[in-house]
């Protein structure tokens, strides 16, 4: 039997975010990841990348909830995007990327 290990990057201290707002990071990629913290306590990850305006704004949007769905806003269209899913709320043709998250000693990781 093989174990996988799964890489992750850290990204910064859990205590440094802010519920009900986001916070960009760049991958070693060249991807950038927006992370989220809900007033719930709840962790998400998403592309940074709004696909309707095509710039890097997501991590400033706003943050809410319709229907039990947690959703970020674009600052800049406002459509909205299921932190879940990634599948915008106004038009479900368009998904973008999501990333799991994970805290280990206090520090939010993220797994490219």
Known sequence: MTTMQTRTVAVCDLARLIPGRGV????????????FLTAEGELYGLSNIDPFARAAVLSRGLVGESGGVPFV???????RFDLRTGVCLDDDSVVIRTYEVQVVDGVVHVCP
Request: hydrophobic share 55%; no cysteine; proline share 11%.
């Open 73 to 79: 806003a674009s600052p800049l269209l406002k459509q």
């Open 24 to 35: 960009a990071a760049l991958l070693p990629d060249g991807r950038q990841v927006a992370i």
